[in-house]
T-cell receptor
Framework: DTEVTQTPKHLVMGMTNKKSLKCEQH?????MYWYKQKAKKPPELMFV???????INESVPSRFSPECPNSSLLNLHLHALQPEDSALYLC??????????????FGSGTRLTVV | AQSVSQHNHHVILSEAASLELGCNYS??????LFWYVQYPGQHLQLLLK??????LVKGIKGFEAEFIKSKFSFNLRKPSVQWSDTAEYFC???????????FGAGTILRVKS
């Protein structure tokens, strides 16, 4: 399995809703990432998990809450989002932050619309 | 601060034309460099990457890139583009011992058939 799987593919949520995005990989990668991509913009890093521990938080608002329950799974919990949070949320993984393989594998993303 | 800049936001070429997309980076120390492609409605795919060694890197689909350390550049090239190369291309970089991948703004390539 050489893929990063993200669910759901599309999500519409109200500003008072609580929802979660899920990301899964079975490549044995020990680093996982959340990126946000607005229309016609490059992906922007949000969070990095290394060996299931949060190592980078790019000053992301607390209405976004990441979680890494195990080495294969990465969640992004959403609460009280704003319409400007509407974007494509990308998950990625890499074998590890310190070893010799620095390739990143990206998922197809979750298209989030906040209404 | 670490940054990646791509010179052209939109490029339009005819089929069989040669392609060169510019990428410059600003990093202290050793840098790892990548080119990704995003076809319409699809996820990011790795075209090629450079870590060390031969500065001319060959990737998938006939793409190559040249790392020129003195110019802080990592330009993407293809001798003859096809209509199917229509996509957005992102240059990205990370420090040698970090795992924060920073993307350039992207270049939208449209190939006319």
């Amino acid at each position: 399995d050489t893929e990063v799987t993200q669910t759901p593919k599309h999500l519409v949520m109200g500003m008072t809703n609580k929802k979660s995005l899920k990301c899964e990989q079975h490549m044995g990668h020990r680093a996982m990432y959340w990126y946000k991509q607005k229309a016609k913009k490059p992906p922007e890093l949000m969070f990095v998990y290394s060996y299931e521990k949060l190592s980078i938080n790019e000053s992301v608002p607390s209405r976004f809450s990441p979680e890494c329950p195990n080495s294969s799974l990465l969640n992004l919990h959403l609460h009280a989002l704003q319409p400007e949070d509407s974007a494509l949320y990308l998950c990625a993984s890499s074998r590890g932050p310190w070893d010799g393989d620095y390739g990143y594998t990206f998922g197809s993303g979750t298209r989030l619309t906040v209404v | 601060a670490q940054s990646v800049s791509q010179h052209n936001h939109h490029v339009i070429l005819s089929e069989a034309a040669s392609l060169e997309l510019g990428c410059n980076y600003s990093y202290g120390g050793t840098v790892n460099l990548f080119w990704y492609v995003q076809y319409p409605g699809q996820h990011l795919q790795l075209l090629l990457k450079y870590f060390s060694g031969d500065p001319l890197v060959k990737g998938i689909k006939g793409f190559e890139a040249e790392f020129i350390k003195s110019k802080f550049s990592f330009n993407l090239r293809k001798p003859s583009v096809q209509w199917s190369d229509t996509a957005e291309y992102f240059c990205a970089a990370k420090g040698e011992y970090g795992n924060k991948l920073v993307f350039g703004a992207g270049t939208i390539l449209r190939v006319k058939s």
